[in-house]
T-cell receptor, first 110, second 114 residues
Framework: KNEVEQSPQNLTAQEGEFITINCSYSVGISALHWLQQHPGGGIVSLFMLSSGKKKHGRLIATINIQEKHSSLHITASHPRDSAVYICAVRLGNTGNQFYFGTGTSLTVIP | DARVTQTPRHKVTEMGQEVTMRCQPILGHNTVFWYRQTMMQGLELLAYFRNRAPLDDSGMPKDRFSAEMPDATLATLKIQPSEPRDSAVYFC????????????FGEGSRLTVL
């Protein structure tokens, strides 16, 4: 049983398309993180959310606590957005335990 | 530009050898996490430190793995003896405010055990 489910697992898009990656979780959380990992590269934290919506450049992240669901949107996608996007939730009890999704591999074609 | 620094970036070793990975967290961050990433399991938490004290290492095989923070600028993860199944990328992350804020990841240490 996975506490964090991401969809889709793989996604290919044309440059300029609007992209949505979804994350559903089954546990009580104190925060949700969206992470980005480029091929062969390190991991970058994109957003940390506990409610509502955050925007940074072309990236938008939303979370619905009642529905236990979060989405990451990329507007006007670009080939440099090609990466694996990982959803991670911090448990609400102690705050130091994380569950990770398996990641969504995004390829943006020029 | 503050960043988490991990060494070595790549390590190839033979089964049975000792491996030590090092992490320098961002200055002022009081929480440090060690994660392991494999194709099969994805990211897994190995250990967690707050103010240099180990708070959670339940994800770590105790017989061969050990994690320490000898001072606030250095965290170490040691595997002795190493096994082929330990081959993975090991990430260190640090964060402020007891880990309640953003996480900042290092570039990772890619370990291959032959």
């Amino acid at each position: 049983k996975n506490e964090v489910e991401q969809s889709p697992q793989n996604l290919t898009a044309q440059e300029g398309e609007f992209i949505t990656i979804n994350c559903s979780y089954s546990v009580g959380i104190s925060a949700l993180h969206w992470l980005q990992q480029h091929p062969g590269g390190g991991i970058v934290s994109l957003f940390m959310l506990s409610s509502g919506k955050k925007k940074h450049g072309r990236l938008i992240a939303t979370i619905n606590i009642q529905e236990k669901h979060s989405s990451l949107h990329i507007t006007a996608s670009h080939p440099r957005d090609s990466a694996v996007y990982i959803c991670a939730v911090r448990l609400g009890n102690t705050g130091n335990q994380f569950y990770f999704g398996t990641g969504t591999s995004l390829t943006v074609i020029p | 530009d503050a960043r988490v620094t991990q060494t070595p970036r790549h390590k190839v070793t033979e089964m049975g050898q000792e491996v030590t990975m090092r992490c320098q967290p961002i200055l002022g961050h009081n929480t440090v996490f060690w994660y392991r990433q494999t194709m099969m399991q994805g990211l897994e938490l190995l250990a967690y430190f707050r103010n240099r004290a180990p708070l959670d290492d339940s994800g770590m095989p105790k017989d061969r793995f050990s994690a320490e923070m000898p001072d606030a600028t250095l965290a170490t993860l040691k595997i002795q003896p190493s096994e082929p199944r330990d081959s993975a990328v090991y990430f260190c992350a640090s964060g402020p405010r007891g880990g309640a804020g953003e996480l900042f990841f290092g570039e990772g240490s890619r370990l291959t055990v032959l």
